[in-house]
Each structure stands twice: as C-alpha cells, then as structure tokens.
C-alpha cells in the first residue's frame, strides 16, 4: 500500500491550504482515512478523521477552521485548513485503517509527512 501525500507548504497567518493523500494498492479496501500532525520532541496527534461513511471527527483545535473530505472511488483523503495560525506548523501525515488482498483484518498504513509551516 501507498499513500502519496501532496499539499504542505508555506502559508501566512490566515490563509489556507489543503492537503491530499491519495491511496493505493493491490485490492485495497479503505476504511477510516485520518490526518495527524507531529511537532518534533512531541507526540503525533489526530487533527480530523473521516469514517467510510462520511462521520467525522476534529480535534479541538481543528474544529470550525478545517475541513476533511474524501473520494471513496479514487481512495483520497483531503483536508482543508483555513484560518491558519503560526501553531498549526508541523509535519502532517495521513493515515488509513484498510484492508488488502485477502486480508480480513483491517491494519493502520502511514504516509509520509507533509510539512506544513505557518509563518505570523
């Protein structure tokens, strides 16, 4: 499995920017897509999930000011942040919870990174 991350970068204080991550592999079936962020020295931390379904789920700190969003037929995940604030700089990465080939067992697949950094 794949997951190719696109859309970090650098932004001012208030402006947007929207992260995909795009999923592949041989009989994937996704369920949950997900997006963290991880501060160095810290621990990484959910920002917003999505289920199969549609039901989503923000951090605290996410809510009101993105949104996430995904494509079940092209297996992508997007998450777009507004109102971006100096403390939303970090590395982002996507996750999902899928299922491959034969498999009956849902297991976590990470991308990579994604640097997102907000300047004040």
């Known amino acids: 499995v794949q997951l190719q991350a696109s859309g970090g970068g650098l932004v001012q204080s208030g402006g947007s920017l929207r992260l995909s991550c795009a999923a592949s592999?041989?009989?994937?079936?996704?369920?949950?897509m997900s997006w963290y962020r991880q501060d160095p020295g810290k621990q990484r931390e959910l920002v917003a999930s999505?289920?199969?379904?549609?039901?989503?789920n923000y951090a605290d700190s996410a809510k009101g000011r993105f949104t996430i969003s995904r494509d079940n037929a092209k297996n992508t995940v997007h998450l777009q942040m507004n109102s971006l604030k100096p403390e939303d700089t970090s590395v982002y990465y996507c996750?999902?919870?899928?299922?491959?080939?034969?498999?009956?067992?849902?297991?976590?697949?990470w991308g990579k990174g994604t640097l997102v950094t907000v300047s004040s």
């Open positions: 592999g041989r009989g994937l079936r996704t369920f949950a």
């Open positions: 999505i289920t199969s379904g549609g039901i989503t």
């Open positions: 996750n999902i919870e899928a299922l491959t080939g034969t498999s009956f067992i849902t297991r976590p697949y």
